[in-house]
């Protein structure tokens, strides 16, 4: 069994490299703004009421985060343990993810710190293109389709989050320094944090990440 987090600012490549952690270590991938984003597809008064937080840019309410991320870990392919992308968020989040990881007698084995510059998520963030039909992420600067704004995958027509505006990343990016950076601290002084450079290639980001694993769980 293996529980991880991985923190990150907007754009450091959470969703990027999470992609790459489930492959080797054969556990899901659990992101609260992908749940979220799938939610919002329904019409309904909970996805109306997500929605004026994501399109925002603002933190959705932590009731609604923390259930939800309960009730995704109590599927069946989450008894080999997880990897939680963007969850918790807060001081608040990682209060309440403690609490029911002891009551089902669960542990955070590493949490991984993805260290990105604001100026460089910013980059990323704005030239981020993706498929609505396989949820594929594309960067047209760093990683474009073969063929001009089409999924090479499905050939859908690649679209841009809502929330990938200048002026809304802004905002994540200011809400991430004040809610979610002090949580690094908390997770350094339990001695699980690995920080990771993020600013290189995806593939050596990615072998950071093996190796710092590696380390970790021979330690
Ligand atoms: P969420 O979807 O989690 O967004 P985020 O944290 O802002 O992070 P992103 O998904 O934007 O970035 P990423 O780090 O995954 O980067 P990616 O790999 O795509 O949350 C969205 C919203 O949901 C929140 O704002 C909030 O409203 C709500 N929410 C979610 N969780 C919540 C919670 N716990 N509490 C309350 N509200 C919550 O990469 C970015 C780009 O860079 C891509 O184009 C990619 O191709 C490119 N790229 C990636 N790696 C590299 C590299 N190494 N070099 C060059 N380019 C790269
Ligand atoms: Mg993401």
């Not at 952690?21 to 984003?37: A, M, V």
């Amino acid at each position: 069994m293996l529980n991880i987090i991985l923190l990150g600012a907007p754009g450091a490549g959470k969703g990027t490299q999470a992609a790459n952690i489930i492959k080797k270590y054969k556990i899901p991938h659990i992101s609260t703004g992908d749940l979220f984003r799938a939610t919002l597809k329904q019409d309904n008064p909970i996805s109306r009421e997500i929605q004026k937080y994501i399109n925002k840019g603002r933190l959705v309410p932590d009731k609604i985060v923390i259930s939800m991320f309960k009730t995704r870990v109590q599927r069946p392919d989450c008894r080999s343990g997880f990897i939680s992308d963007g969850f918790p968020r807060n001081l608040f989040q990682v209060k309440a993810l403690d609490g029911y990881l002891e009551e089902i007698n669960r542990k955070i084995d590493a949490v991984i710190y993805l260290k990105l510059s604001s100026a460089e998520s910013l980059k990323r963030l704005t030239a981020r293109w993706l498929c609505p039909s396989c949820n594929r992420v594309y960067n047209m600067i760093t990683q474009p389709p073969k063929k001009d704004s089409v999924c090479d995958c499905c050939g859908v027509k690649l679209i841009q989050r809502k929330d990938d505006v200048p002026e809304t990343v802004k905002r994540r990016l200011a809400i991430y320094k004040k809610e979610t950076f002090p949580i690094l601290a908390y997770y350094s002084k339990q001695k699980k944090l690995l920080t990771i450079d993020a600013n290189a290639q995806v593939a050596v980001v990615s072998n950071r990440i093996k190796s710092a694993l590696k380390k970790a769980k021979n330690s």
